[in-house]
């Protein structure tokens, strides 16, 4: 089965402390991941492609595909990346599957 | 200024009158997608579109309809609307889907089915 598996609902740490967020996927063939970020009060937005292996916000996320996983990761975490991530694998066929999404909040 | 437009951002309406939640794009996009998003469960996909009058079901089809007629817009339609219906709804469109393909969300309905 297609799946995305974002087991953390909610993640808090505190400033400047690394963050990590884990996506595992579920998918026969070959992946195209993605991870959006919703932040309060605006529309759901890309964040990162894996295909491009960017670093957006200082946010970079790497495939493993051994493992499954596509975890977003942040060395220092800033106030302003508080907010809703979701993790997003989108399938052969074109279908889009999202995770349940993780809350990151960032304490001063 | 290049969006992805939905009407009406919030509707309240009772069990079994008909609905249509209207999006449209102006990027000249292929793809279009609506999706569903409930607590604890993210985004669904309910339809998805890769061109004019190319329309698939995504993961919950059940109980709602769409159309492209046009490549600007994509709306989605609620025959016999439920309270299992109630959620707040996203459309999305993208220009190619496959690897470097980005989907552009609109702002959200939120629907409530009474």
């Known amino acids: 089965a297609q799946r995305v598996t974002q087991p953390e609902k909610l993640l808090s740490v505190f400033k400047g402390a690394p963050v990590e967020l884990k996506c595992n996927y579920s998918y026969s063939g070959s992946p195209e991941l993605f991870w959006y970020v919703q932040y309060s009060r605006q529309r759901l937005q890309l964040l990162l492609r894996h295909i491009s292996r960017e670093s957006i916000k200082g946010f970079t996320a790497d495939l493993n595909k051994g493992e499954t996983s596509f975890h ?14 979701y993790c997003a694998l989108v399938t052969g066929g074109f279908k889009t ?12 | 200024e290049a969006q992805v437009t939905q009407n009406p951002r919030y509707l309240i309406t009772v069990t079994g009158k008909k609905l249509t939640v209207t999006c449209s794009q102006n990027m000249n996009h292929e793809y279009m997608s609506w999706y569903r998003q409930d607590p604890g469960l993210g985004l669904r996909q309910i339809y998805y579109s890769m061109n004019v009058e190319v329309t698939d079901k995504g993961d919950v089809p059940e109980g709602y309809k769409v159309s492209r007629k046009e490549k600007r817009n994509f709306p989605l339609i ?3 609307p439920s309270p299992n219906q109630t959620s707040l709804y996203f459309c999305a469109s993208s220009p190619i889907l496959a690897g470097e393909g980005e989907q552009y969300f609109g702002p959200g309905t939120r629907l409530t089915v009474t």
């Open chain 1, 97 to 108: 599957i999202f995770g349940a999404g993780t809350r990151l909040f960032v304490k001063a």
């Open chain 1, 72 to 85: 977003l990761k942040k060395p220092f975490a800033q106030e302003e990346d508080s907010a809703m991530y």
């Open chain 2, 78 to 80: 609620l025959e016999s």
